[in-house]
């Protein structure tokens, strides 16, 4: 029985990627009604307090998009990174960790791929690099963010063993941070020579541009963002 239940589940994740979009959620709804009312399984009660805090994160970083204040935090770690730009390697997960961990959600970061990549190209440093180690860093630091809506839920769960907030804290941010400085060490093989991405689907496309080109694509579904 539970073997054919998680095959509903699956399949309502596969049709709703397939269909996209809303689908997605109306698919899970649907899995959600089987589940309820063909299986006889009993639905918990939702986590209003984890929805209230993703609502204020998201709304919070739209109110900082809409004042220019997203601008202005990318127009810094631009100016941080191109002062340095021979430790992009390093410097970039720290910039999109702080970004996470101000803003408490990891979308924040999107906006300064495309500096990365540029500033890796300019430098002669293989971009997927700094761009890779930078994406994980800014994961982690949903871990780490005081505000971030996986931090409120582990915070609930562990209310009943009394933890306190500072008590995840102490060791989330260490422990991200510890890894990002690990993740972002020189191991050599730093030169990058350009030469023609196989498989890339651009006609002549040598691979910062592509990946400047698809930041971009993914940025223009976020207005306002670079």
Same mark, same amino acid.
Request: aromatic share 6%.
């Given at each position: 029985m539970?073997?054919?239940?998680?095959?509903v589940v699956? %399949? %309502?994740i596969?049709?709703?990627?397939?269909?996209?979009?809303i689908?997605l959620g109306?698919?899970?709804?649907?899995?959600?009604l089987i589940?309820?009312?063909?299986f006889?399984?009993?639905?918990?009660?939702?986590p209003v307090?984890?929805?209230?805090?993703?609502?204020?994160?998201?709304?919070?970083?739209?109110?900082?998009q809409a004042a220019?204040?997203?601008?202005?935090?990318?127009?810094?770690?631009?100016?941080?990174?191109?002062?340095?730009?021979?430790?992009?390697?390093?410097?970039?997960?720290l910039v999109?960790y702080?970004?996470?961990?101000?803003?408490?959600?990891g979308?924040?970061a999107y906006s300064?791929?495309p500096?990365?990549?540029?500033?890796?190209?300019?430098?002669?440093?293989?971009?997927?690099?700094?761009?890779g180690?930078?994406?994980?860093a800014?994961?982690q630091?949903?871990?780490?963010?005081?505000?971030?809506?996986a931090?409120?839920?582990?915070?609930?769960?562990?209310?009943?063993?009394?933890?306190?907030?500072?008590?995840?804290l102490?060791?989330?941010?260490?422990?991200?941070? %510890?890894?990002?400085e690990?993740?972002?060490?020189?191991h050599?093989?730093?030169?990058?020579?350009?030469?023609?991405?196989v498989?890339?689907?651009?006609?002549?496309?040598?691979?910062p541009?592509?990946?400047?080109?698809?930041?971009?694509?993914?940025?223009?579904?976020?207005?306002?963002?670079?």
């Amino acid at each position: 029985m539970l073997l054919i239940q998680f095959l509903v589940v699956l %399949a %309502a994740i596969i049709i709703g990627a397939r269909l996209g979009g809303i689908g997605l959620g109306v698919m899970g709804g649907v899995g959600l009604l089987i589940l309820t009312f063909v299986f006889g399984l009993q639905p918990t009660t939702p986590p209003v307090d984890v929805m209230l805090m993703i609502a204020a994160v998201i709304s919070a970083a739209s109110c900082m998009q809409a004042a220019g204040g997203l601008e202005y935090m990318v127009k810094l770690a631009e100016r941080i990174l191109r002062k340095n730009p021979s430790r992009v390697t390093i410097l970039s997960p720290l910039v999109t960790y702080l970004f996470t961990f101000v803003a408490g959600t990891g979308h924040i970061a999107y906006s300064v791929l495309p500096v990365i990549a540029e500033v890796a190209r300019e430098t002669r440093i293989r971009p997927e690099r700094p761009l890779g180690i930078a994406v994980i860093a800014s994961q982690q630091a949903i871990t780490a963010s005081p505000i971030s809506a996986a931090t409120v839920a582990l915070l609930g769960l562990l209310s009943g063993a009394h933890f306190s907030l500072f008590d995840i804290l102490k060791i989330s941010v260490p422990a991200t941070l %510890a890894g990002r400085e690990y993740g972002g060490r020189d191991h050599g093989d730093t030169v990058y020579v350009e030469g023609p991405l196989v498989g890339c689907p651009l006609p002549d496309c040598h691979l910062p541009d592509c990946i400047v080109r698809f930041h971009r694509i993914v940025a223009s579904y976020f207005p306002g963002e670079r």
